[in-house]
């Protein structure tokens, strides 16, 4: 069966039963939003910061992603199960799927195989509406911004300096650039805009690291729409009063959402920053309920480990104070024999050379994990029907080589049955050592440095560079902001800026592109190459297969 054929065929339990049973959640603190989704109410999640103390957190990353497929999500939810069925509370913490990919290319992002979080067609579509909101509280703002312009200009805002886009949850390549205010004054001010996908708004980075509602409103205050016509003043959301009206409509957006896994465990699936142009985790709110209700809170960050993983560790670990246990970094052979140079079309197809020569990638990215972050890995090998044994053998052997343990899972086809010896591997690693980890950088290191830290050190980059005008703009950051961390923005393809360069390339430059100030996440997006932040769809959209019956099934989302 496809993977909506086999999430439709899911035994689901009511969810505010499934939560009395497994962890003694309340029923007066969750909203239901139908029999299988729910909201946990923020007066609990309070209630919990003193009740006991935390379990231990396992991040779930991947090599660089590929079009062979490497499953972090799937992993991440085949372990939870596989963990509980070991007799270990376990909680997964996901992100949400946004509309542009499951319409676009990627497909949804709530697991595969036998190892999903269900109800599935709700969770990849609107679920619980939390981008929508996120989507109208940022689109708020641009209009009071427009508005306030074309009403007098109380606050000086230079129209040429405003750095605030709207955004939309749908890939758009028409919208990245835009005049807005066309018509005649009555229309307001004639300027250029543009649109970025909900994922990349800062809007969405406030809300996954906000840990209460004041927290989220005084960071939605803080937020940095554009200058004066002095070139230098800052205008902020709150010189607006926005800031209020903002956090309202994030009311029920900020509370996490509680599913379950096709095996009726916990899941808690909140927020969903892409990694390649945010930050790319799930809520802090969502992972600290988890490691308070449960012994392991297995999570997943975005993307390959030099996207996802760094910025899990420098942006998110360093805000909410949080110290992994373990790490799982997931691989395929496909995926490692298109490292490798294997095309598309051959890769079910023994190549036990390609796959030699793919491993660089899994190398680099097992060195990064372990030597600049001191954190231990496991390598899952995320099993496919057309592995053969020999090339199974050849990775266990390679990571071995390098004091790492790797495991063939299962858990796609058998769910958390086919990930125990994973389950296991994870356990022994993580009881066995105080949670914690370095950080790649110093807060009080310089903004460049950051910059060129993550290029040489993760990357594999001889330097890195930028314009003139863009080393002005950091200079310029360096002043008043210059601690914060580095959110690069980066194709998630390659370790280089190319999207072609597979492997582990090495000695390339990285172009600085642009820089922007998220004042109210509290960091520094770095834009390398020509990445983009609203994407587009590919020729052959997956919007193209996806339908409903007469009778209301859901068919071609995957």
């Known amino acids: 069966m496809s993977d909506i054929e086999i999430a439709q065929n899911a035994k689901m339990r009511p969810i505010i039963e499934l939560a009395a049973e497994k962890f003694a959640i309340p029923a007066e603190h969750l909203d239901p939003y139908g029999h299988y989704k729910a909201k946990l109410s923020l007066e609990y999640v309070d209630s919990l910061t003193h009740q006991k103390e935390e379990g231990k957190l396992i991040l779930v990353t991947a090599i ?98 405003i750095k605030w886009k709207r955004v939309v949850d749908m890939n758009d390549r028409a919208l990245r650039q835009i005049t807005v205010g066309q018509g005649g004054v009555a229309n307001g001010y004639l300027r250029e805009d543009g649109f970025d996908i909900v994922v990349a708004s800062e809007v969405m980075a406030i809300l996954c690291l906000a840990t209460n509602r004041a927290d989220l409103k005084e960071r939605l205050g803080r937020i940095v729409i554009g200058y004066k016509t002095d070139g230098k003043t800052p205008v902020y959301a709150s010189d607006l009063k926005a800031h209020g009206a903002m956090a309202a409509l994030l009311k029920d957006a900020i509370k996490p959402n509680i599913v379950q896994t096709l095996e009726n465990n916990l899941a808690i699936v909140h927020g969903g920053p892409f990694a390649n142009i945010a930050h790319g985790c799930n809520s802090v709110t969502a992972t600290k309920t988890a ?36 790490v799982v970094l997931v691989a395929t052979v496909r995926a490692l024999k298109y490292h490798g140079g294997v095309e598309r079309d051959h890769l079910n197809q023994e190549n036990l050379a390609a796959l030699e020569v793919g491993f660089a990638n899994l190398e680099r990215h097992i060195h990064n994990v372990t030597v600049n972050y001191g954190l231990p890995v496991v390598v899952c090998i995320n099993h496919f029907t057309y592995d053969s044994d020999d090339e199974t053998a050849l990775l266990t052997q390679k990571c071995e080589e390098l004091g790492v343990k790797c495991v063939v899972s299962k858990h796609w ?146």
Not at 77 to 103: H, M, Y
Not at 316 to 322: I, N
Not at 482 to 488: F, K, N, V
Request: hydrophobic residues 40%; charged residues 20%.
């Open 291 to 326: 490691l308070k209700l449960a012994d392991y809170a297995v999570t997943e960050a975005g993307f390959g480990a030099d996207l996802g993983a760094e910025k899990f560790l420098n942006i998110k670990c360093r805000s909410a104070k949080l110290k992994p246990s373990a």
């Open 64 to 161: 660089s992603p590929t079009p062979a497929g490497e499953g972090k999500t799937t992993t991440t939810v085949g372990l939870g199960d596989a963990l509980n069925r070991l007799g270990k509370d376990t909680i997964i913490c996901l992100r949400e799927p946004s509309l542009g990919p499951c319409f676009g290319m990627k497909g949804g992002a709530a697991g595969g195989g036998y190892s999903q979080v269900v109800p599935m067609e709700d969770i990849n579509l609107h679920f619980t509406g939390d981008f929508h909101a996120i989507g109208v509280a940022h689109n708020l703002l641009a209009a009071l911004i427009d508005n306030h312009i074309h009403q007098g200009n109380a606050l000086d805002i230079d129209p040429r300096r």
């Open 413 to 558: 086809a058998e769910g958390g049955a086919g990930a125990e010896e994973l389950a296991k591997a994870v356990l022994e690693i993580a009881d066995s050592r105080e949670p914690g980890f370095e950080y790649l950088y110093d807060d009080a290191l310089p903004l460049w440095n950051k910059i060129e830290t993550i290029a040489t050190r993760l990357y594999g980059a001889k330097e890195i560079t930028a314009s003139a005008k863009v080393r002005g703009e950091i200079a310029r950051l360096q002043e008043k902001y210059g601690t914060l961390p580095i959110c690069m923005a980066k194709t998630q393809m390659s370790f280089s800026t190319d999207p072609t360069a597979k492997g582990a390339p090495s000695g390339h430059i990285v172009e600085i592109s642009e820089v922007k100030l998220e004042n109210g996440a509290g960091f520094i997006v770095a834009i390398a190459g020509n990445m983009m932040t609203m994407p587009g769809l590919p020729k052959i959209p997956t919007a193209e297969k996806i339908d409903i019956s007469d009778e209301g099934v859901i068919t071609g989302l995957f």
